[in-house]
């Protein structure tokens, strides 16, 4: 097996020697300036993580490693010896990104080798950061009146208590931000209506949440809103928090639902 894990998008470039087994290991080595082309297919921050050492290049010491693109630097860690780093790039738009790993220094001449072996890779991997509940395109962050992130069967989601809060700072010419909510204990898991509010207390929209559903809010701006759930508030068991209705992680998926009638 290479160095790469099946099916993670990911494809070398040049500035890789062959991969070889030594050991029952399996890796590469590298002089300097190894690409890796990743596709980033949302506009999500990725992660690119390697497990690697210093190679005789080197003189098996700690060395700076950077990742570039395009001739800027986008993360740099310190390698101190066998180890797995994980440096977090930021969000762009979905495309094929070639990426540059990059050492200052090296070059030594390795013994009995012609080759200059800077450092070898045993494994790498691009992979987009854990989707929350908000669409991270938006730039939205979570506020007061949300609970941990969690799984369960298999889907992720929050649990909204007390007026949730979000923050949007920059919604890029987005209109409008859907959300997929169901109710929870807090409302007797049954419907309820859903009452959004801006910054300064007035709702810009409802909704009627009947069960599990996708729910519009329409945008104009950064803003801060509050989620509220109208009679929420109610206890189940001896779980001491509010879960008044549970948003689910955000897909690209989601779809605007049917227009509704007027809440009297």
Not at 25 to 33: A, H, L, P
Not at 118 to 138: G, M
Not at 165 to 176: F, N, Q, V, Y
Not at 252 to 259: G, H, I, Y
């Amino acid at each position: 097996m290479d160095i790469l894990t099946p099916a993670n998008n990911t494809s070398l470039g040049s500035g890789w020697f062959p991969l070889e087994t030594y050991r029952a290991e399996s890796f590469r080595w590298v002089t300097n300036d190894a690409e890796v082309s990743v596709a980033a297919l949302r506009n999500v921050k990725h992660y690119l993580n390697i497990h690697l050492e210093p190679g005789p290049g080197l003189n098996l010491k700690p060395f700076e490693l950077l990742i570039k693109e395009n001739d800027q630097t986008l993360a740099r860690t310190t390698v101190k010896g066998r180890q797995m780093v994980s440096l977090e790039l930021a969000a762009t738009e979905p495309t094929v990104r070639k990426l540059i790993l990059h050492v200052e220094g090296g070059g030594k001449a390795a013994p009995n080798d012609s080759r200059l072996l800077n450092f070898r890779v045993f494994k790498l991997t691009f992979v987009p950061a854990p989707v929350d509940v908000l669409p991270p395109e938006l730039g939205a962050k979570l506020g007061s009146g949300w609970y941990p992130l969690e799984t369960f069967n298999g889907e992720t989601f929050r649990w909204a208590g007390e007026d949730a809060k979000l923050a949007i700072s920059d919604p890029g010419g987005a209109t409008r931000m859907l959300l997929e909510v169901e109710p929870g204990p807090g409302v007797n898991s049954k419907p309820f209506v859903l009452r959004v509010l801006n910054d300064a207390g007035v709702q810009i929209t409802e909704a009627q949440i009947k069960t599990r559903q996708v729910v519009e809010i329409p945008l104009d701006g950064p803003t801060t809103l509050t989620l509220h759930a109208e009679g929420g508030g109610k206890l189940i068991g001896s779980d001491k928090r509010i879960m008044n209705f549970r948003v689910f992680q955000n897909s690209s998926d989601l779809k605007a639902p049917p227009k509704q009638p007027a809440i009297a």
